[in-house]
Each structure stands twice: as C-alpha cells, then as structure tokens.
Antibody, heavy 120, light 110 residues
Framework: EVQLLESGGGLVQPGGSLRLSCAAS????????MSWVRQAPEKGLEWVST????????YYADSVKGRFTVSRDNSKNTLYLQMNSLTAEDTAVYYC?????????????WGQGTLVTVSS | QSVLTQPPSVSAAPGQKVTISCSGS????????VSWYQQLPGAAPKFLIY???KRPSGIPDRFSGSKSGTSATLGITGLQTGDEADYYC???????????FGTGTKVTVL
C-alpha cells in the first residue's frame, strides 16, 4: 500500500523557517518525481514545487522561488521542503504527492497533509 | 488566480448525473493531458482520472473524463451522497512551464 506521511508543520512567526518532511513507502521512491502542493484555508490547490527522481532538476512556483528549497534523500525514501522567509500568505496545508511517471502534472497519490501557520 | 476555470458549484439529486467543465487554453488543456481529483471535506485530494479519460485502479466507472479542444469535462453518474466533495482538474501549462490546477468545483447532492 502506498503511503506518504508528511511532518514538520506548525506555527511559525513571519520571517521564520520551517522544514517539512514526507516519508514515502509502498512504491519505488527513487524512480519517480515528487511534488509539494499547498492549500490555503478555504482556497484551492496550488502547486509549490517539483523535484525529479534523480534530484537533478527542481522546479518552483513563482510565489515561493528563492525562499523554498525542495530536496530528497532516495536512500531514506524521504522528500523535504525547506521554507524560509515565511509570510502569512504561506499559511496552508502542505501536501506531498507522488507524480505519475512522465507527467509532472499528474499527482497519483497524496499524503494527508501538514498544516503550516505563519502568524505572530 | 488559476489559468484553468471551473464552475464554482454544481448540484443534482441522488442517482442523477453532473458534469464539471475545466476551461483552459492552447498552452495547457489544448496540448496536454488532464487529470482530475476529488477532495472530500477535511481530506486530502484523491486521484480520479488521468490522461483525460482513464481511471486508476479502484475508481468506479461512474466517474468519466473527456477532453475537446481547450476544455475538459468530468462526469459523475449515479450521484451518491458520498460524492459530495470539491473536484479539481489539472494539467501542464507550457507557457508557465508548471503544472496548474483548476479553480475547483463543489458538488452538492440535493
């Protein structure tokens, strides 16, 4: 059974940092690209970042470029999102998602999400 | 704001059919595959349709997808109360070089 388990969310002050993790199991993690998608309260889904299976390529939404860094450890089957210079607009549930092979827009499995709240 | 437009809400009685449109452009829906997701209240999104009209294992055939030109459609037949959820489309946008999600549609079973 495929499982994606996010952790690391919480309350952080504006300007602060947070590192999210996503532990994957049930599939060959190192073979697939992975993404982070977020959802602000009462809002729709917003793509945040994608990393290729071989760690060579990373992609970011303009709204987080320069502040967020995606990484992965294929030996630990874990995806990360380092978030710096956080603002209230970053408040959201953050989901990690397993991408379908060859299609960076097709999120075939999602974690349960972790809530990040940016507030003083 | 998203480049993929969906109606905010659709509704129908139990057993009836609803369709949800996803309107894009020649830089996204018009040239790429569309996928669809269901998000039940308080839950994470769930993968429903890929490559415009294919269902992953375990998704009932009450759910169907289609695409024509720059618009895609999700259909749900035999509507059940358990289908009350938000539904999102997604595809790749070549102008943005990024995946994009639709604005989302809330399905209400009357």
């Amino acid at each position: 059974e495929v499982q994606l388990l996010e952790s690391g969310g919480g309350l952080v002050q504006p300007g602060g940092s947070l590192r999210l993790s996503c532990a994957a199991s049930g599939f060959t993690f190192s073979t697939y690209a992975m993404s982070w998608v977020r959802q602000a309260p009462e809002k729709g889904l917003e793509w945040v970042s994608t990393i290729s299976s071989d760690v060579v390529s990373t992609y970011y939404a303009d709204s987080v470029k320069g502040r967020f860094t995606v990484s992965r450890d294929n030996s630990k089957n874990t995806l990360y999102l380092q978030m710096n210079s956080l603002t209230a607009e970053d408040t959201a549930v953050y989901y990690c998602a397993w991408l379908r092979y060859g299609d960076y827009s097709c999120h075939q499995h999602w974690g349960q999400g972790t809530l990040v709240t940016v507030s003083s | 704001q998203s480049v993929l437009t969906q109606p905010p809400s659709v509704s129908a009685a139990p057993g009836q059919k609803v369709t949800i449109s996803c309107s894009g452009s020649n830089s996204n829906v018009g040239i790429g595959y569309v996928s669809w997701y269901q998000q039940l209240p308080g839950a994470a999104p769930k993968f429903l349709i890929y490559e415009n009209n294919k269902r992953p294992s375990g998704i009932p055939d009450r759910f169907s997808g289609s695409k024509s030109g720059t618009s895609a459609t999700l259909g749900i037949t035999g509507l059940q109360t358990g289908d009350e959820a938000d539904y999102y489309c997604a595809t790749w946008d070549s102008s943005l070089s990024a995946p994009v999600f639709g604005t989302g549609t809330k399905v209400t079973v009357l």
